[in-house]
């Protein structure tokens, strides 16, 4: 894939999207409907930015339109999206009715796996995800899942989770998530476990 992004166009909103993550969207503004509908005739990636007190930010992810849930006759889209890879905002421009940028595609360091970390995020994901949603998460799946994987399938905050987007380095996402984990254990010690499974969807969440 391309490492830069001339016109990536960009969809500011209160949430953060990690790569392999799943996100539904309702597109209704007049200019996202038409940044949608670009997206899914030229099957190509758009950006979702954090936005919050502090203004957008400038690392995102790019996400790609995976199923087209209804098409209405005004216009409107509810699709599916999934997350595909981070990036970094040169320089934003307008170009169109929604804003687009030229944007870099942002590369994970070389590095040996901390195999420590990762047993320990392991270990503790599989705890939490028993306990909050009675789900016995296989060995295999563990494995086979990165820090981005196993951070999309809890809710955790923007910030948290912008933070996890920023890291350039899987080890560094690994002790974050580590401590997240850790952190949403000792927070489900003082929640009501009915309440948390009911509203589960097989996503932890809390409150």
């Known amino acids: 894939m391309d490492a830069v992004d001339p016109d990536l166009p960009l969809f500011p909103l209160g949430l953060v999207a990690l790569p392999g993550e799943q996100v539904p969207l309702h597109l209704f503004e007049d200019r996202y409907k038409e940044l949608g509908a670009r997206c899914i005739d030229e099957d190509r990636e758009f950006g979702i930015v954090l936005v919050d007190e502090d203004g957008p930010r400038s690392i995102g992810c790019a996400m790609r339109v995976t199923e087209v849930l209804q098409r209405f006759e ?103 998530l580590l401590a997240l984990l850790r952190a949403a254990l000792k927070r489900l010690e003082f929640a009501d476990l009915a309440e948390v499974r009911g509203a589960s969807n097989g996503v932890v969440r809390f409150g």
């Open 74 to 176: 005004d216009g409107r889209l509810d699709v599916v999206t999934r997350g595909t890879r981070p990036f970094r905002v040169i320089e934003e421009h307008h170009r169109h009715p929604y804003a687009s940028a030229h944007v870099e595609f942002l590369e994970d360091e070389a590095e040996a796996l901390d195999h420590d970390a990762a047993a320990a995020v392991r270990q503790a994901y599989a705890s939490l995800a028993n306990q909050a949603t009675e789900h016995e998460v296989s060995p295999a799946e563990l494995v086979a899942a990165g820090s981005y994987d196993l951070a999309a399938s809890v809710e955790f905050a923007p910030e948290a989770k912008q933070q996890l987007l920023e890291a350039r380095s899987e080890n560094a996402r690994l002790r974050q």
